[in-house]
């Protein structure tokens, strides 16, 4: 019901983004948000946006990073800037809805040194 696409390689200090495509309208959702997993390490939140509009960021993306939806298009974006090599990881789009998570498969973003 969620695929992630735009990934690809950028030179650190550069910006990627990275959407998700949502079945269903985005409003049906409780939230949208973006986790990331870097090989060897735990899924972690990076940033997550409410049907409220009340929007969080991990303290690691914070300045950095912006969400942002289309709700005509069923789209959430992720808009990353001054990418760091620490940024690299696959990054996965979840919703929720009446307390149920539903995963896309992720998009493998790099950023090189």
């Known amino acids: 019901q969620l695929q992630a696409f735009g990934g690809g390689l950028v030179q650190a200090g550069g910006s990627l983004r990275v959407s998700c495509v949502t079945s269903?309208?985005?409003?049906?959702?409780?939230?949208v948000a973006w986790y990331r997993q870097a090989a060897g390490k735990q899924r972690e939140l990076v940033t997550r946006?409410?049907?409220?509009?009340?929007?969080a960021y991990a303290d690691a993306v914070k300045g950095r990073f912006t969400i942002s939806r289309d709700n005509a298009k069923n789209m959430v974006y992720l808009q990353m800037n001054s990418l760091k090599p620490e940024d690299t990881a696959i990054y996965y789009c979840?919703?929720?809805?009446?307390?149920?998570?539903?995963w896309g498969k992720g998009t493998q973003v790099t950023v090189s040194s």
């Open positions: 269903g309208s985005i409003a049906s959702w409780d939230a």
């Open positions: 946006i409410a049907r409220t509009d009340t929007i």
């Open positions: 979840k919703a929720d809805r009446f307390g149920r998570d539903y």
